[in-house]
């Protein structure tokens, strides 16, 4: 099973770059790395995905090294408004079918 | 541009009992997943419809079933209801029936079973 592991929780201050490392030894060769934010009582909202190498948006980077066995998520000049939960998503693989697996996540206090 | 909606947003109901919960997807989305979230969980992936027909499916006993009609909207059922399936359930909508595909979420069904 393609598990992730990222750390429970995480501080930064308001215009920090803070960076989530999300671990996925069992990726499968076709899998997608995807990054949700989600704030209480809400349901996830897609912030960004990845294959390989580096990937930029207007609210992140993504950048997968070459053996896809981790990414990082970078979320530049944070402000108290990106405090939530972040999920690190990639493929189960089983069987040749996709199953979407969700991490614990980690929940990102952003500090005054 | 309508985003996915769920309804009801809050439902109490009794062990034993059956329960029905709905989505419309994204216009111009096809492709409907529902996921359960437990309190400090992420959210576990149930089943994706696709094409009116259940494609994948998570670890989920058969209590769990759905459906997803021709204007793609999509129904989830829980029969006899434990008080383990309080939760938030989740519907998510993309595109193609490609789960690498990114998701689109509602805002969820609370759940509370008494």
């Not at chain 1, 108290?80 to 206090?109: E, K, M, N």
Request: hydrophobic fraction near 30%; aromatic fraction near 10%.
């Amino acid at each position: 099973l393609a598990k992730t592991t990222q750390p429970i929780s995480m501080d930064s201050y308001e215009g920090q770059e803070v960076n989530i490392t999300c671990s996925h030894n069992n990726i499968a060769t076709n899998d997608y790395i995807t990054w949700y934010q989600q704030f209480p009582s809400q349901g996830p909202r897609f912030i960004i995905q990845g294959y390989k190498t580096k990937v930029t948006n207007e609210v992140a980077s993504l950048f997968i090294p070459a053996d896809r066995k981790s990414s990082t998520l970078s979320l530049p000049r944070v402000s108290l408004s990106d405090t939530a939960v972040y999920y690190c998503l990639v493929g189960d693989g089983r069987g040749g079918s996709y199953i979407p697996t969700f991490g614990r996540g980690t929940s990102l206090i952003v500090h005054p | 541009d309508a985003g996915v909606t769920q309804s009801p947003t809050h439902l109490i109901k009794t062990r034993g009992q059956q329960v029905t919960l709905r989505c419309s997807p994204k216009s111009g989305h096809d492709t409907v997943s529902w996921y359960q979230q437990a309190l400090g969980q992420g959210p576990q992936f149930i089943f994706q419809y696709y094409e009116e027909e259940e494609r994948q499916r998570g670890n989920f006993p058969d209590r769990f079933s759905g459906h997803q009609f021709p204007n793609y909207s999509s129904e989830l059922n829980v029969n006899a209801l434990l008080l383990g399936d309080s939760a938030l359930y989740l519907c998510a909508s993309s595109l193609g029936g490609n789960s690498n595909q990114p998701q689109h979420f509602g805002d969820g069904t609370r759940l509370s079973i008494l």
